[in-house]
């Protein structure tokens, strides 16, 4: 079954580019190619074997209802799907039931809306799908001097370009704590001078099934990613840290200390690696209890003075980037920033912000500047104005 974001677009774009296929097609006498169903030819497999366009509207979701084929096999496709109404996408997950069955749902288009459900397969659903998304400028058959030309006109980082050539999905709204272009621009810029500053790792503990543990590192204005997971027990986590802190010599190690985080803590410090090691909690009393509602507030405040403030290098991962500025925030009866509940970011379609997390987690300790790596560190918890983390 093939449904795209309008009938039109069925009958203009999706079904005369099956045509062009079909004709190109080394078997295509096993098939008859109709103006709404490809079947097969042999009587025997005509109900069985067959590929239907299916318009969709907001009245008709039940036309994706009750496709079946148990045993076999079912494929389901989404053509320009960010604009394809979220009750089809429930009806139509709804149907997918039979057992002992493969079932593929291929799911495609231009990413031009920051919610909904194509939005999701890559935010808070994105355990659950294989996502892959395409920079135009990459691959072969696109128009690079057109590419250019948007670039030029629109600019690198504005919505259109994110959109129609790197394929990304637009910005958030404007209640973001930490704005998309600052995000951006990091993951183009190459940090200098922070060589022989102090190395803080940090690990974000997956506390749920779709969320995943992260692991990152540090130094000064650069930061890196050192492994992404999903699965691990507290020991298998904490044997990778102990493998990355054997590799780096980090000056911190910085754990999140809530749910099963506090195993992963315990690991360590049973193994040695208690030096140097410090237990986050999100929901702590701020250290500037006048700015901030919590810990975690404040952690993604100074994060956040860290961009501000520029030249800071992330890697070039459009999932951190997804995760660093989805987050909004407000303010509570105290007037302190309040940063919005990972359970709140689900709600709107994103995945718990695990990367951006684990980043945020490096500005918990204040270490003192040192300017040889074999002197002395005197651990600190950091003032509102240590945007550096020393």
């Known amino acids: 079954m093939i449904t795209a974001n ?3 677009q069925l009958r203009t774009k999706t079904w005369p580019e099956l045509a062009k296929w079909y004709r190109l097609a080394l078997h295509r006498h096993w098939y008859n190619f109709g103006a709404t169903s490809i079947t097969a030819r ?31 096999r079912i494929l389901l496709v989404f053509d320009e799907a960010s604009s394809i109404n979220d009750l089809v996408w429930e009806v139509a997950e709804g149907a997918l039931t039979d057992e002992r069955t493969e079932i593929i749902w291929l799911c495609l288009g231009n990413p031009t809306l920051s919610t909904g459900r194509f939005r999701e397969c ?15 400028r990459t691959v072969e058959g696109t128009n690079k001097a057109q590419l250019d030309q948007w670039i030029e006109d629109y600019g690198e980082d504005s919505d259109f370009v994110r959109v129609r050539v790197r394929g990304e999905f637009p910005r958030s709204g404007s209640s ?17 001078g ?38 691990l027990d507290t020991v298998q986590v904490a044997e990778r840290l102990i493998a990355f802190h054997d590799n780096h010599s980090p000056d ?40 901030y509602f919590n810990r975690r507030s404040e952690v993604w405040g100074l994060m956040r003075d860290w961009f501000h403030n520029g030249s ?23 007037n302190q920033i309040q940063l919005e509940r990972k359970e709140d970011m689900k709600h709107r379609g994103l995945a718990s912000p695990d990367l951006g ?34």
Not at 46 to 62: A, G, Y
């Open 194 to 231: 922070f060589e022989r500053l102090p190395i803080i790792m940090a690990c974000d503990v997956a506390r749920f099934g779709d969320d995943q543990t992260v692991i990152g590192m540090r130094q000064g204005r650069k930061y890196l990613i050192l492994g992404k997971y999903r699965g």
């Open 6 to 8: 309008t009938e039109v």
């Open 312 to 334: 800071v290098e992330i890697p070039d991962d459009p999932e951190l980037e997804v995760d660093l500025a989805g987050p909004q925030y407000g303010f509570s009866s105290k």
């Open 42 to 72: 042999d009587p025997k497999h005509e109900r069985t074997w067959r590929c239907d366009m299916v318009p969709w509207s907001e009245t008709n979701t039940e036309a994706f209802a009750g496709l079946h084929n148990q045993g076999n």
């Open 176 to 192: 973001q704590l930490i704005p998309s272009d600052l995000v951006a621009g990091a993951r183009r810029t190459k940090a200098e």
């Open 122 to 136: 890559f935010g808070r659903l994105r355990h659950r799908w294989h996502t892959l998304q395409v920079d135009s």
């Open 252 to 291: 911190a190690i910085v754990v999140d200390g809530d749910g099963l985080g506090a195993g992963v803590v315990d690991q360590l410090q049973h193994r040695g690696y208690s030096k140097g090691l410090f237990e986050f909690h999100g929901g702590e009393r701020p250290r500037d209890f006048n700015m």
């Open 357 to 390: 997390d684990c980043l945020s987690m490096t500005f918990a300790v204040d270490i003192a500047f040192r300017s040889q790596r074999t002197s002395q560190l005197v651990y600190q918890f950091p003032s509102p104005n240590a945007w550096m983390g020393y």
